[in-house]
């Protein structure tokens, strides 16, 4: 007798077990008493975290520049932007001749470049009035370095050797430059600077800005270039030649101008 009444009771429990499943809780009625079931969950299965980002090569402001650099190069100019009368004549190329041409082996680097120009503390524009000597100091300063001038170069005209930093032919309304009057004279020089990456048709095929124009920038020879270590690269805003190989050597270690600034490089990170 006993065990079928407590057959009746569990088979009466059987549909409202069925209903609390569904629920948090449920009431089932046996006879005149009443008892609440209550349903706890299961622990629910966590969702897997998101996989970690890969650590950066570079550190924040910085691009990674990795590619074969032709040490040697041949570009051959087509045609020159200024007549024979011109004092700029065989001094700006219009256009170059498609492709360039490397005259040694390659090397191959890896390294990190500043995207811009150093900027002024609160400011866009970038920081001038730098000597070699300050900006190796900011630049150590910061945990980098001063780029090698064939650092510079690659990262300016990549494995194309791109005569200009966008390319073959001359546009002088890419980058800051050509500006021709109201300069000023050497230590009194009409400031002209532009906001570092305002003209963004101004990049090379690494994406580095301001390669060519606004200031020209401290680099290290990788020997002696000329009897100098010392090489200032991308010119300024005046009309000058403004190619990824032009150079300017002549200024010692702590010589600063209106027109001088400062990019950094660093290793990559693996």
Known sequence: MLRRTLFTVLVALLPACSRAAAGD???????????QLAIVP???AEAPSPPAPAPSACPAGMLLVEGDYCPEVEQVCLEWMDPPTSRYHHFRCKRYQEPATCKSARVHLRYCIDATERREEGSDLPRNHMSWTSSRALCTEAGGRLCKESEWQFACE????RPYPYGFERDATACNVDISENIGKIGR??????PVASNPKCASPFGIQDMAGNLEEWTQA???KMGWKEVLKGSWWIPSRHACRQFQVGHNDVYEGAETGTRCCAEARR
């Open 222 to 224: 990788d020997g002696k």
């Open 189 to 194: 020089l009409v400031d002209h600077r532009a």
């Open 42 to 44: 299961g622990p629910s």
């Open 158 to 161: 990549g494995e194309e050797m």
């Open 25 to 35: 809780a449920s009431s089932v009625s046996v006879g005149s008493a009443t008892m």
